[in-house]
């Protein structure tokens, strides 16, 4: 049948990012819903089918899809490597079960159906055709008995016959048969990918015996009991590298700095070496394989800070001044962003004929890193290089090493970071620094949850970093540290922060109004009394525990916001798809003042069975309460805790008739 | 530059119906907007295009982009003439442009730039090269001059430059132009399928002077200045086609007809003839003509029925059986959804190999009509014949005949709706026949408006069909009629009533509870009294011509509501893009009761200065009220009017200092 009198259509399958031109995302063994909108003209029934398969392999996967309602389709595929899959989908008019449910009816209406019998028939015999032997001479008797007497005196028995039906199921008239045009992509994604808890730490302040000491990598391997057993997986190194000495920032930022100075680890490069060597004073190469080797046995992994750029100590600047801009006069271009000058950082210059070379050597860095056993790469400032550049690398590596992670550091307007994260980055920061209203909270979050930014972005949140102490923190107190960990880490289900700062709850701003650290870090060694009081590590350590315990913390997309009819008290729940783990969290956003307010919960939506009372477990107090349909009351004295984090313990019927809460 | 190296990104081009699959659909002479997301990375200016063309035309005309918000870029352009015109963007890095912003900063800061000039200068003679001889030879002394130590002293001077950014923009460097991959199709379409006025009526019907005769197209004629005097500018008549006599349906959809029942129009086809053919009791084809060029001279165009079906005494049944579905017995299959059976109409099978003779034929058709001078078909059950079919009909009419329009009288599930006017249809009947409530018709028409649908879908509201007499309409009496009525007028720019029926206020149903009308038309023959007291057509004759005066109301994406805190009170605006029009409406839907709220509107979006009192001006009542910021009081007697239309009359300032409403 030509294409012409195709009757069936397919339309908006999803996930599709960008119509294809980029996969959709998720992780290993997380299920992979395909939606279509398939439909006919007319009254006829259709069959539909999901095709997918690892990219590259020579079959298709076929299974089953489900109508939903309103012409939307579904099918589920649970994808047990990492790398590209792709899908596409195709549908026909199932004739049989077309004709079956109209008899039926007419059935039913007492019609005679002697006619739709030998429609039957005559079904039965094309499908014979089409069978192989045995199950051909099956069909062939089953033609001639619906055309029989004794069928027209009782229809229903051919019509309920499921051998009947199990044949022209597998023998399917696929003559209507439309497939959608376009293979859609989705790059399956290590766990970690998915949900991951970082830390980030200065290595040259771990010298915990000595301040006056650089600290080293031996020194973080003595740190790492306190970072796992605050529950963190991921330990974010800033650059490991030689830091250049020409144009070399002072404390504070200050242009020049005084002998002492350690320098930014961010002007990589001096004599040395560069990218892909080790600061002598952290230690060897193998001092590094021996903190990657000691972390894993902490479960964390070493994330390691890839910023393409270089002092004017780099080697490549001699090297390869082909890399560089080259102005008029025969300097190279240092870094600017008018009036603002960097001038101790060269950034490289892609838009030249030298490219590939140049693209071929990052390459050979991040593949350097990886021989050494790094599999996750926080990048700096991805947003200053090519998109299309970003794209290439993130693909070339992943190709050899699927399970590699990177993570964008693009602080910048939303089509870019959006575009970065289509092209590859794992996971992305996000505006969680500078969003501390209700509703900024539930509208930036229901952007990348609820819209198509969920298909590609996986977002990081960060309270505070080494470059941005906010407002809020440096205001809110205590209080507000313990708020924005929280948010962070439920919200999200990766999220990071960089300590020892946030934790002990540095809050000094290098200008008032400003957002950098006083004394940052970037450009000083710094010594942290890790025991000070107030330090908040009991709270991280329990809400890590909680993340850990609770399934529905470790997705993203299921978030869900509740209105609350009061402005400092943010309602969101998280669950998973078998309502097996039901979380929901109630925030006082204010750090200064107690709060309350009545809440309305859509139980029913959460899988919870109404009529019913049931516990609330908060799981940082530890503080049951019982909850019941309609409203409930809360109360959150920021003093205490600002967050609470309650599983939702439904109670449930057993087989012997006891109720248990699980 | 190879590929590789480019480095904007253009994404995100819209309109695009189905990522360019179909035409988006504008109107001529309307504007077409045209978005697209472009950016690059670092801090480069950008410089981008808008290319259109009527489809065909060898040469693009090329308009520039203008950067609004957020990366966000659009253009716009004003289609002539009908047809399909396409369209696409392209991008580069504005070098100059980034140049001269660059050094301004600098300068502004104080700081040398020497060198930034000797880049200028670079860069006018690279502008050279690509340059005309005299402009080759302005740009080399330009580039001189910028290496003097004049511009050294003097710097601004050549930043300020017009003639020099003037041959800048003139000889751009496009090394890094970036072209959209896709061209993007948009469907002009007459003014008329935006903005349209129906009334259906049964010609043999109209014998106004005996009741007892059938009426004619002669009759229509005397009929026509009742119907232009009321404001409608399309007259759409029900299938004007031999009648069959098998299986004729007889009164109020009895399964057997007596002697004298005219049978229903829809059973097209006798041994008169089929659908090119007329009834012969309405008269001949140079009656129909003459109606037609009487219904012009009143401003009206008229609507064909076409309904791709036939009586069993239809010729083509005899003369292409090929063309329907032969039963295993022998017989043709008549219409059915079972339990339900249509016998006296036989559907056209499509797929079938007879399906290009059936096509082919089907076209000609319409060609036919076309030839007498119809150019609107209303077209019956769209949604049971293939989706692609009519992709192909409406394609091949609107090669020749672009002014040509289709309604698709579809009242199915929205995606099938929704495919239907991407592939063809210039207007679709909708939801809005039983959407009463406030929410649901703000809903129904924030999707139609202010989603991707408003890009394809020209929505035409009907209060009543000859099918459908809701419910609503049934039990508000006269004020539900005027209710309904307005709302159709007002929120979309199409909409129709089946008349004489509904100014006559008609809402006597079969059965309670269902939605036919008592003596439908559709069986028989009626007299109407047009002259009876309770008529609405006052407020059809008001309506009409507001609708007339006020272009804001001759579109329908402009429409957004207002909310307000009564369930039982809507309000919405339209605006024209110059504001010299503004439309607000307010309609109590409750057809029994008053009803009053405090209303706020967002005058300052509205276009209307704030701080001021205005004149709301109610074209219904043609009552005048003094509004002003904040609130404003509302009251509304679905018993005087249910509906208020405001023009908002706006006090401006004359450059005698005089204030007036405009």
């Given at each position: 049948m030509t294409d012409l009198i195709k009757r069936v259509v397919i339309e908006n399958v999803t996930p599709a990012v960008d119509n294809g031109r980029f996969p959709a995302r998720r992780a290993v063994n997380e299920t992979v819903t395909i939606s279509a909108d398939i439909f006919v003209d007319g009254h006829d029934r259709l069959a539909a089918r999901l095709l997918y398969r690892?990219?590259?392999?020579?079959q298709w996967r076929q299974i089953p899809m489900h109508l939903l309602v309103n012409d939307l389709w579904q099918a589920s595929f649970i994808p047990r490597e990492m790398g590209i899959y792709e899908y596409t989908v195709t549908a026909w008019i199932d004739r049989f079960d077309t004709w079956r449910s109209q008899v039926s009816k007419k059935r039913a209406d007492g019609q005679n159906v002697s006619v739709e019998l030998m429609e039957g028939a005559r079904m039965a015999e094309e499908a014979a055709a089409r069978a192989k032997k045995e199950d051909a001479d099956q069909l062939n008797r089953l033609a001639e008995q619906l055309m029989s007497s004794a069928a027209a005196e009782h229809p229903d028995v051919f019509l309920n016959d499921t051998v009947f039906a199990g044949f022209m199921k597998r023998y399917p008239d696929l003559s209507s048969q439309v497939d959608y045009p376009k293979v859609l992509p989705v790059r399956i994604e290590p766990r970690r990918a998915l949900y991951s808890t970082w830390y980030e730490m200065f290595p040259r302040s771990c010298a915990d015996d000595d301040p006056a000491r650089h600290g080293t990598f031996k020194d973080c391997i003595k740190r790492l009991p306190y970072i796992a057993g605050m529950g963190f997986d991921v330990l974010y190194l800033p650059p490991i590298h030689p830091i250049g000495h020409t144009h070399r920032k002072g404390k504070n930022n200050t242009i020049t700095a005084v002998p002492g100075?350690?320098?930014?680890?961010?002007a990589i490069g001096a004599k040395a070496g560069g990218h892909k060597t080790i600061h002598p004073k952290l230690g060897t190469l193998e001092d590094f394989r021996e903190l990657l080797a000691r972390a894993r046995e902490h479960g964390i992994d070493i994330a390691l800070d890839m910023a393409f750029q270089c002092s004017p100590d780099h080697p490549y600047v001699t090297?390869?001044?082909?890399w560089f801009h080259l102005r008029p006069d025969g300097s190279i271009q240092y870094a600017e962003n008018p009036p603002k000058k960097y001038q101790d950082i060269y950034p490289f210059a892609f838009d030249t004929p030298h490219y590939e070379s140049l693209r071929r050597e990052l390459l050979d860095v991040i593949e350097y890193w990886i021989d050494q056993g790094v599999r996750i790469f926080r990048v700096d400032?991805?947003?200053?290089?090519?998109l299309r550049f970003w794209e290439w690398l993130i693909d070339e590596c992943k190709k050899a090493y699927p399970e590699t992670i990177f993570l964008a550091e693009a602080f910048t307007r939303p089509k870019t970071m959006y575009r970065l994260a289509k092209g590859g980055f794992t996971q992305s920061y996000t505006y969680f620094t500078w969003r501390n209203l209700k509703w900024e909270i539930e509208q930036y979050f229901d952007t990348l949850t609820q819209t198509g930014v969920k298909e590609f972005l996986w977002p990081s949140l960060w309270p505070n970093t080494p470059d941005i102490l906010p407002e809020f923190l440096q205001l809110g107190g205590r209080p507000a540290f313990i708020l924005r960990l929280m948010l962070a880490a439920t919200l999200s289900s990766s999220y990071g922060i960089y300590g020892p700062a946030f934790e002990l709850c540095v809050n000094q701003p290098l200008d008032p109004g400003g957002e950098e650290y006083m004394d940052s870090e970037k450009y000083e060694i710094h010594h942290w009394?890790?025991?000070?009081?107030?330090?908040?590590r009991p709270f991280i350590t329990r809400i890590n525990r909680i993340r850990r315990e609770n399934p529905a913390l470790q997705q993203t997309r299921n978030l869900m916001f509740h209105p609350v009819d009061k402005e400092e008290i943010l309602c969101f729940s998280k669950f998973t798809d078998d309502f097996s783990n039901i979380i929901f969290v109630a925030a006082n956003l204010d750090p200064h003042h107690t709060h309350s307010a009545w809440v309305q919960l859509p139980f029913e939506q959460m899988g919870v069975p109404v009529g019913k009372s049931f516990q609330m477990h908060d799981?940082?107090?530890?503080a049951r309460y019982l909850w019941h349909e309609g409203y409930n009351y809360l109360e959150i004295d920021p003093g205490v805790v600002p967050v609470q984090v309650f599983r939702i313990r439904r109670r449930m019927r057993t087989e012997n008739d006891f109720d248990y809460f699980m």
């Open positions: 690892r990219a590259g392999a020579s100075d350690p320098g930014s680890p961010w090297d390869h001044p082909e400032n991805p947003h200053t290089k090519p009394d890790l025991e000070a009081p107030n330090t908040i799981l940082v107090s530890d």
